[in-house]
């Protein structure tokens, strides 16, 4: 049988995380599959404080949860590369690397116990300008049959993770793992100030086709799925990247290149 954290395990979990003191208590330590290193109710790092749920306008909320990115801009030629399950910080600094040369950008969605492992190159993806989203705490195979609370302490552990990795930096997008999302994942997602963001041009990564599935397909507005921990979607990154920009798209972040109508207005570039 599952077991249920107490009030008081939950509250000590989630001090400082926002969340209304009426919320249901029944979390289950067996509802995930957790990350093979790290247990999703451990105790967070004891020098960091849980990060606090941001104060969204409900405005804003309604608008973000409203408005899950499916494409970017399909009125120019953008494609919105973006990149799931960061695992290796040499890979990623190999992507890094890729799209510095092109000068161009992309999106990063990482797994938060991940996190701790790139953290020395975090500040660069930062710097070059490319976005970090949430990827979720553990990889979880369905965050639609997650409770509320397990779901609220998977963002509170990912936001506390980015904060003393990147103090400041707010986390824009979601994407749930899989894809396993409805509207009610997507109010609690932009309860934090996220939009969910799925795809519309999937990379397979697991072959050498994997630069033919992106350049002789992709068009207008497409967020491309790729991971990076498939080595076909990390060696062939180069010659992907150099293949779109030689047909004349720009690889932009979702920020920059999502459609001007899922722009929530107060997000200045």
Sequence with gaps: MDEILSRREFFQLLAGAGLAAGTSLLVHRGAQAASPTTDLYANPTPT????????IPMEEQAFLASHELKTGDTSRPVILMSYDDILDPMRLSHLLDVYLEHSVHCTFFFIGV??????????????ERHDLGCHGWVHDSAFTTLSDDSIHLQFARFFTQ???????????????PYGDRNQHVRDLAAMWGMQHVLWSLESGGLDLLTEHYVVDRAGNGDIVLS?????????????????????GFHLENLTDGMSPADRWPRISL
């Design 114 to 127: 991940d996190l701790a492992t790139s953290a020395d190159v975090l500040p660069r993806l930062i710097a």
């Design 227 to 247: 991971h990076a921990h498939r080595p076909f979607d990390v060696s062939e990154a180069d010659v992907i990247v150099r293949e779109l920009v030689r047909k």
């Design 48 to 55: 960091i404080e849980p990060a606090a749920m941001p104060a």
């Design 162 to 176: 980015v904060e003393k990795y990147l103090p400041g930096y707010k986390v824009r997008y979601f994407r749930a």
